[in-house]
């Protein structure tokens, strides 16, 4: 098990804490930081990809990410989910397609929103995904999204 994160201090933390074999890696904002192609059968992200408010940057890690999968590797990943892009407390959200970049702050000030499963399932399989499956949820003892959608899908097998 591998991570990266953009924290210096984080990655730091987890190369000196750690005790298993892994490689921890500092990401650039852009990509995964992680420098083998083909290499993961399974990468995971979790409560990250919708505290980015630049869709050009999402969707450079997206593609990153199939880079780092092996062929036939499973990515799995949720963001938020709502009809609307304002959330309980009337802070703004973006679409997924919007690079908001002068969005005020991110993690939790200005996530984004996925409104429409047939417009993220089309955007990963443009970046190259497949066997996408979908499923929306009602979030819990969140005021930011009223549900997460939750994504599983492939690197194509050669």
């Given at each position: 098990m591998d991570g990266c994160d953009l924290s210096e201090a984080n990655v730091n933390y987890c190369r000196a804490n750690f005790n298993f074999p892994s490689q921890f890696y500092k990401a650039n904002g852009q990509d995964t930081g992680v420098p083998f192609s083909n290499y993961y059968d399974f990468v995971m992200t979790t409560i990250s990809l919708q505290?980015?408010?630049v869709y050009d940057i999402r969707r450079s890690i997206l593609e990153?990410?199939?880079?780092?999968?092996?062929?036939?590797g499973r990515f799995s990943f949720q963001m938020g989910y709502g009809p609307d892009l304002l959330d309980s407390l009337g802070r703004p959200r973006s679409g997924?397609?919007?690079n908001s970049f002068?969005?005020?702050s991110t993690n939790g000030n200005h996530d984004v929103r996925v409104t429409s499963v047939a417009e993220l399932e089309n955007d990963l399989y443009e970046i190259g995904f497949t066997g996408i499956r979908a499923q929306v949820r009602d979030s819990f003892s969140d005021l930011g999204h009223?549900?997460?959608?939750?994504?599983?899908?492939?690197k194509p097998s050669m």
């Open positions: 505290h980015i408010p990153d990410i199939l880079r780092v999968l092996k062929p036939g997924y397609f919007e002068g969005a005020n009223p549900q997460w959608i939750y994504i599983h899908c492939l």
